[in-house]
């Protein structure tokens, strides 16, 4: 970041009535400073000025150590009469182009922490709620099987519709439509009314708002909602 601090000269007086301390003889001069910052985003003068004497005959600074009391005294003075500067801080053009930045990133903030929420679709509202019996679901299921040679592995899979028959507090019996399909197929094309009598008792594995994860008590048939409606 661009940053820089100079001392600017805005006086110089003759000091006639001041013995310079270090070269008796050799005519002194006060300088007044005072000191202005820049950075990217401001420019900045000090309040306060302050003043230093200088040896004219030699043009060195005389160290603040050797001044006396009167010299201590005649700066102070012409230091409370220096004139002011033009302002004491200023915010530069990229300064405010930053400050509109914060303000316009701290207000979407606030605004997205206290946005009203979108309204859910009638699909993710119906998964939040718990399952229900009468309740239908599009989806798919698969079954497994175990192998001596490759272990557990598939055995089948179906895509159709789904149906709670009835519900034993965190079991589901869930039946399968009449009309399965091996292949995905959407779901206004598949019979959502007529469903098997024997149903699959299965407990939760994943709730969330798009999907629904049902194992068998047995392990052995998984089943995946995509799609739920209450009550049948």
Known sequence: MFFSIRQHQIAAHETEGLENPKNPGNKMELVLFRTKGRTLFHTSHTKQAFG????????KKISKRLWTSRMKAYCAQKAKEAPKPPFF??????????LLAC????????????????????????????????DIFFGHFEEYKESEQLGRISAGVGHGWFKILKVENDTYHVAKSTEMSKSHRPKEQMDSTSFEMESIPAKIEEKGAYTIRLLSADGNTEFAATSLHSGG
């Open 103 to 134: 303000f316009a990133v701290l207000g979407f903030i606030v605004y997205d922490e206290n946005k009203p929420p979108l309204p859910k679709s009638e699909d993710v509202a119906a998964k939040e709620q718990p399952l229900a019996e009468g």
């Open 52 to 59: 230093e004497y200088w040896d004219v005959a030699e043009g």
């Open 89 to 98: 801080f200023k915010i530069t053009i990229a300064g405010w182009i930053f």
